[in-house]
């Protein structure tokens, strides 16, 4: 490798373990520009564009300098950028923007920067995800409030179909899932394979979520992928699960599409007696 600002700066990175910049370096078109905004080196950053730096340069991966301070949260840097104009509309190849990189990794602050300078509320992955899909994906609740302030869709699904409240729920952040409820979200909204928001939480025992949900009512029964909650709660083998079921309203002589009744799913026998209570209560 050549003895230029980029090796000398790989070699440093390279010393120091630095395995994320190292790679960043190492990509073809990459610019010091980028390498200074990913730091957060605002300074770096300040003489490179006065230098004649091109902002709104692109590596072949489609991403930018604007792109790197959003995606590691350095405000500054971001503010600065624009000064000198930098544009928002740049997508990388799997149509990632600075506003989708910032709201991925929960930086607040940059989200409301990029939103005040024009960026798209509505900017999706090519896959559907929006910057509200992946700010619940990763359950940060005061980007969440910011997007959906400024307008974000809460039922807008990614193409397979799962919506914010369905990842929310997938990965237990029952406070997103709660803001999510009282601003509009569809409380049974399906991705494409049958599956809920409530069919996953049971699935995965997140019994603060389970609650969150409860409070709106969801569908207890069959779903149209041929099973249920109480099915799928049963077969994860989480005893509060089952009962919170239960209680809300859960019917234990559901069958599913393989004309399983719950109680066949499983062996345990703490499940098994709190299922039959239920069925002795129905049928007294």
Same mark, same amino acid.
């Given at each position: 490798?050549?003895?230029?600002?980029?090796?000398?700066?790989?070699?440093?990175?390279?010393?120091?373990?630095?395995?994320?910049? !190292? =790679?960043?370096?190492?990509?073809?078109?990459?610019?010091?520009?980028?390498?200074?905004?990913?730091?957060?080196? +605002?300074?770096?950053? *300040?003489?490179?564009?006065?230098?004649?730096?091109? +902002?709104?340069?692109?590596?072949?991966?489609?991403?930018?300098?604007?792109?790197?301070?959003?995606?590691?949260?350095?405000?500054?840097?971001? =503010?600065?950028?624009?000064?000198?104009?930098?544009?928002?509309?740049?997508?990388?190849?799997?149509?990632?923007?600075?506003?989708?990189?910032?709201?991925?990794?929960?930086?607040?602050?940059?989200?409301?920067?990029?939103? *005040?300078?024009?960026?798209?509320?509505?900017?999706?992955?090519?896959?559907?995800?929006?910057?509200?899909?992946?700010?619940?994906?990763?359950?940060?609740?005061?980007?969440?409030?910011?997007?959906?302030?400024?307008?974000?869709?809460?039922?807008?699904?990614?193409?397979?179909?799962?919506?914010?409240?369905? +990842?929310?729920?997938?990965?237990?952040?029952?406070?997103?899932?709660?803001?999510?409820?009282?601003?509009?979200?569809?409380?049974?909204?399906?991705?494409?394979?049958?599956?809920?928001?409530?069919?996953?939480?049971?699935?995965?025992?997140?019994?603060?979520?389970? *609650?969150?949900?409860?409070?709106?009512?969801?569908?207890?029964? +069959?779903?149209?992928?041929?099973?249920?909650?109480?099915?799928?709660?049963?077969?994860?083998?989480?005893?509060?699960?089952?009962? !919170?079921?239960?209680?809300?309203?859960?019917?234990?002589?559901?069958?599913?599409?393989?004309?399983?009744?719950?109680?066949?799913?499983?062996?345990?026998?703490?499940?098994?007696?709190?299922? =039959?209570?239920?069925?002795?209560?129905?049928?007294?």
């Amino acid at each position: 490798m050549k003895e230029t600002p980029l090796a000398n700066a790989a070699f440093w990175a390279a010393r120091r373990g630095n395995l994320t910049l !190292l =790679r960043l370096l190492l990509n073809h078109g990459t610019t010091l520009l980028m390498v200074a905004s990913y730091a957060g080196h +605002i300074d770096c950053v *300040k003489e490179l564009v006065l230098q004649g730096a091109d +902002i709104n340069l692109q590596r072949e991966s489609g991403t930018t300098a604007l792109f790197f301070a959003a995606q590691q949260g350095h405000n500054n840097v971001v =503010r600065f950028l624009f000064e000198f104009g930098a544009s928002t509309e740049f997508r990388t190849k799997d149509g990632g923007t600075a506003l989708l990189a910032a709201s991925q990794y929960g930086h607040m602050q940059v989200v409301e920067t990029l939103l *005040k300078h024009g960026a798209n509320i509505h900017d999706q992955l090519y896959d559907g995800a929006t910057a509200l899909f992946l700010a619940a994906q990763g359950g940060y609740l005061d980007v969440i409030r910011l997007l959906l302030s400024s307008g974000a869709k809460v039922n807008q699904p990614r193409q397979d179909g799962t919506a914010p409240l369905w +990842i929310a729920s997938q990965m237990g952040h029952s406070e997103v899932v709660r803001v999510m409820l009282l601003r509009g979200a569809e409380r049974d909204a399906a991705r494409h394979d049958g599956t809920t928001a409530l069919l996953k939480a049971a699935n995965k025992g997140y019994n603060d979520v389970i *609650k969150e949900l409860l409070k709106f009512s969801p569908t207890l029964g +069959i779903l149209k992928n041929g099973t249920s909650a109480l099915h799928a709660a049963v077969l994860s083998g989480n005893i509060k699960t089952v009962a !919170l079921l239960l209680e809300a309203g859960a019917d234990p002589a559901l069958r599913n599409k393989a004309n399983e009744l719950p109680a066949e799913l499983t062996k345990n026998e703490h499940i098994l007696r709190l299922l =039959r209570s239920k069925e002795g209560h129905r049928k007294s």
